[in-house]
């Protein structure tokens, strides 16, 4: 009749109707879950068995690669969408079966924040990315502009509304990531390692906010996390994983404190080696944003160095300037003899290593042979004596068995100790690390400290990027301390921790003396949005 029609779309709800409602008490219900990646012989997860009620608070323990990140995707659905593989077994968040649900059903449901924060971001801008998810829902504009205002605002990112994803630092990215997935206000809330990139305060008040949020809005939270010890005055579920199966429950015991190694180091005993840096007035900017003012600083061959400061500090702009791979407008900088400058990269990098934030950014090849002897190769100095060490460094890593794997089957803490071996295998004089224990567990990143130790006692000179305090009192010989760009403390490490203490950055010492695990009431988190 020449009419137009209009049809409109029925959603069914795909949950069977009652079978939530008939425990009263299960949010989340997996049986006998078992995945395998494909093209592996070994299974990811190994008959897992779990229960979660509405509005409980667990976090999931482990072993770097034991599968905390595998049973995340599954209960997100995405592992059962994105991965190829063999899975047995059920999975039901509200009574959605994971396995067979559409991914936007339990997106409704089921809000991850993914342990690498650039694997979720789908637009250019935070602001963008924040109401993203909202957008899709369409809510209105004005509910959409007061979700993005309050979640921004509870992990403090609100002046980076207005920047571009590609300009924030890794932490920025994180917070971003978070706020992101809690706009959308789902019933269960999973973070893979939140804080992996986060700065001591932030990382306690981001903790904070979860736990506020879970109490406010009565949902069920999931955190897969190794900073334990901010989570314990929350008194959550702690549940341990190893190689792929829940093999425990219960608050993981503290270890005991190591000695400090750094005594009768180079950098406290005063026998020095050559100057290996040198910078003197280095500043540097993001067309008008300042990130560096006037750094000058010295290191000598030995040296093991750690960089601290909040996230967006200049911390990672300071390293990337000693490699040649940005600009400085103002300042003179010399590396190993070099203005990087005028040196081409491929030149300094056969003398420094660099382990860059995020491991998926320096992965290049198909195999992880192939990626520990590359740049051997490309510097043709692959030989019988260079395979030996390079196999040595896979075994004592943990990932000889995975030789003949692809680099991306690994787990997030793998990928980072791939990084580590590829740099290391050709013996740098200079070794640059960006945060090189994200994703590691206590074992790997004593491990992973002491091998960097080794490489020092060798005569290399370490300067690494961290977040952790107490691994800078066991294995720094010096503390470099940037605040908005300015270095405030540049001392030998228990020096530098008196002034920071003098200076009032508690959050930066290292335990018993943080108070991390004590006050929770310094926070001011802005009431939940309501629909």
């Known amino acids: 009749d020449g009419k137009e029609t209009k049809i409109r779309e029925i959603r069914v709800d795909p949950r069977p109707k009652g079978l939530v409602a008939a425990g009263g008490r299960v949010m989340i219900k997996v049986r006998d879950l078992s995945f395998r990646f494909q093209g592996s012989d070994r299974y990811a997860l190994r008959g897992v068995n779990l229960d979660i009620a509405p509005g409980e608070f667990v976090v999931i323990t482990g072993p770097s ?145 979860i736990e506020h949020i879970r109490r406010k809005a009565d949902i069920t939270v999931i955190v897969i996390e190794h900073k334990t010890g901010y989570l314990r005055p929350f008194n959550p579920r702690f549940l341990l994983m190893e190689e792929g199966r829940i093999v425990g429950e219960g608050a993981p015991s503290v270890p005991p404190s190591p000695p400090d190694t750094h005594q009768g180091a180079p950098g406290d005993s005063g026998e020095l080696g050559e100057t290996v840096v040198s910078v ?37 702009t300071l390293l990337r300037c000693l490699l040649g791979l940005l600009h400085p407008p103002a300042g003179q900088v010399t590396v190993l003899g070099r203005d990087p400058n005028h040196t081409p990269v491929s030149e300094l990098a056969r003398q420094a290593g660099f382990v860059f934030q995020n491991p998926d950014h320096q992965l290049f090849a198909d195999s992880v042979w192939a990626e520990a002897t590359f740049a051997l190769r490309n510097f043709d100095l692959l030989d019988t004596a260079s395979e030996v060490r390079a196999t040595a460094l896979l075994d004592q890593c943990g990932l000889l068995p995975y030789r003949d794997v692809h680099p991306y089957r690994l ?73 908005s760009g300015h270095v405030i403390v540049d001392a030998p490490t228990r020096s530098a921790f008196a002034q920071l203490t003098e200076m009032g950055y508690d959050d930066y010492l290292p335990e018993p003396t943080s108070p991390r695990s004590g006050d929770l009431r310094r926070t001011v988190i802005p009431d939940l949005p309501t629909c």
Request: proline content about 4%.
């Open 280 to 316: 003197r007035g280095l500043t540097f900017a993001y067309g008008d944003a300042p990130v560096l003012h006037d750094v000058t600083l010295d290191l000598k061959a030995g040296q093991f160095v750690a960089v601290m400061g909040d996230n967006g500090s200049g911390k990672t």
């Open 65 to 209: 690669g034991c599968g905390k990140s595998t049973l995340a995707l599954a209960l997100g659905g995405y592992l059962f969408r994105q991965h190829a593989g063999e899975a047995t077994g059920t999975v039901l968040v509200d009574g959605l079966d994971t396995r067979t649900a559409e991914i936007y059903d339990v997106a409704e449901v089921v809000g991850l924040v993914q342990q690498n924060p650039e694997a979720q971001f789908c637009t250019l801008t935070v602001a963008d990315e924040v109401a993203f998810g909202l957008e899709n829902r369409c809510l209105p504009g004005e509910e959409i502009v007061r979700r993005m205002n309050w979640a921004l605002s509870i992990v403090g990112a609100q002046y980076l509304r207005d920047r571009s994803l590609a300009t924030l630092s890794g932490g920025e990215k994180q917070k971003v990531a978070i706020a992101a997935m809690m706009a959308a206000k789902p019933q269960v809330l999973i973070f893979d390692e939140p804080t992996s990139n986060l700065d001591p305060p932030a990382t306690a008040e981001v903790f904070k906010v």
């Open 411 to 483: 787990s997030y803490g793998e990928k980072r100790r791939l990084n580590l071996v590829s740099i290391l295998s050709h013996n740098p004089r200079l070794v640059l690390l960006d945060e090189v224990l994200i994703g590691q567990d206590p074992g790997n990143a004593a491990f992973i400290m002491n091998l960097l130790k080794a490489q020092t006692h060798q005569g290399s000179t370490v300067l690494s990027v961290t977040h952790d305090p107490e691994t800078t009192r066991r294995y720094a010989d010096r503390v470099i301390f940037l605040n």
